[in-house]
């Protein structure tokens, strides 16, 4: 069985109501739910919320709820992993026995059925603890400045001053879009950044993270321009 998760809470401080939240004319979190229903790959699609205005949207698109998240899990500094340890534990005790799990956050959009699908066939063909999106930095972090405490200049690796991008390595970030899971692995390492991990590579023009109301408008814009060019 294969199971995605989809965590969204309900208690958003600087974009209120984040994971519903009207994008591009529906709830952001539809993309999600729409995404895993699309790829085939699911047979059960859970939102773990503690909100019920989130739970009723999660349920007219598709998602299950089976239960409510607990508060101790629902606070601005509880990581994603506690999370999700949470919900396949709550599956154990039910009698519910998954096999993957592919966390998808509520706040990405630009999430595509056939990346999901690139995913899953990675962490089966070579057997690894966790798959997840990533893209390319879109500047050489090699040349990365810091400003000291007497508030100059100065880079985090000198010896790359005179060095072409060219010759500098590709560095890649979380895309923040999806993390496929082993479930055995994962409850025993209690680890999404696994030592055997692979990436699922993706267009920069598909990432966009969202934590301001400026992020949010960028990528509306982004979405429109991607749908209107056929790139979604």
């Not at 629902?74 to 506690?82: C, E, I, L, N």
Request: glycine share 4%; aromatic share 12%; hydrophobic share 40%.
């Amino acid at each position: 069985m294969n199971v995605g998760i989809i965590p969204a809470r309900g208690g958003s401080k600087r974009i209120p109501n984040k994971n519903i939240k009207p994008f591009a004319g529906r709830p952001i979190i539809a993309y999600s739910i729409e995404a895993a229903k699309v790829s085939g790959l699911f047979d059960k699609i859970f939102v773990s919320t503690d909100s019920e205005k989130i739970a009723i949207i999660a349920k007219e698109y598709g998602a299950e709820i089976p239960f409510m998240r607990p508060k101790e899990l629902s606070d601005d500094f509880t990581p994603t992993v506690p999370v999700l340890l949470h919900a396949l534990e709550w599956m154990e005790v039910q009698g519910i026995s998954a096999k993957f799990a592919c966390c998808l956050y509520a706040t990405a959009p630009f999430v595509q059925a056939e990346h999901l699908k690139r995913g899953f066939r990675l962490i089966m063909r070579k057997r690894i603890s966790a798959v997840f999106s990533v893209t390319t930095f879109p500047f050489p972090i090699f040349w990365s400045i810091n400003i000291n405490e007497k508030g100059c200049l100065e880079m985090f690796w000198p010896e790359h001053e005179s060095k072409r991008s060219n010759d500098l390595p590709e560095a890649y970030h979380d895309a923040g879009q999806f993390y496929w899971l082993d479930c055995k692995k994962f409850l025993k390492t209690k680890k999404i950044y696994a030592d055997d991990a692979y990436p699922v590579i993706l267009p920069r023009y598909l990432v966009q993270d969202i934590d301001t109301p400026e992020d949010w408008q960028n990528a509306e814009v982004m979405y429109e321009i991607a749908k209107e060019k056929g790139l979604l």
